[in-house]
């Protein structure tokens, strides 16, 4: 089982970046395609990223299309979620998943790090 601990969360102004990073331990972390998603207040949880085992396919939701970049590395055991150009809708608390490769389910998950963008 993988442990996955999210960081780098905090507030910023419109049009200002953050840099998220998410720590994994207890696993292979080249056996996992790594995920980011978000939660709203009041709204269902929303994919926004993912990235493949190697770093080879990455997918951007519209919202955040060339905005957002996703990136990992598998010798620090990271995930990274690069977020430019932030704007007040991107608030939310932001969770970094993971699944096994050759199953359909992210199954392990972050506590989540808090993302507000103020206007």
């Known amino acids: 089982q993988v442990q996955l601990v999210e960081s780098g969360g905090g507030l910023v102004q419109a049009g200002g970046s953050l840099r998220l990073s998410c720590a994994a331990s207890?696993?292979?972390?080249?056996?996992?395609?790594m995920a980011w998603f978000r939660q709203a207040p009041g709204k269902a949880r929303e994919f926004v990223a993912s990235i493949s085992w190697n770093g080879g396919q990455t997918y951007n939701s519209d919202s955040v299309k060339g905005r957002f970049t996703v990136s990992r590395d598998n010798v620090k055991n990271t995930v990274n979620l690069q977020m430019n150009s932030l704007k007040p809708e991107d608030t939310a608390l932001y969770y970094c998943a993971a699944r096994e490769v050759g199953t359909f389910n992210y199954n392990y998950w972050g506590q989540g790090t808090q993302v507000t963008v103020s206007s």
């Open positions: 207890g696993g292979t972390f080249s056996m996992y395609h």
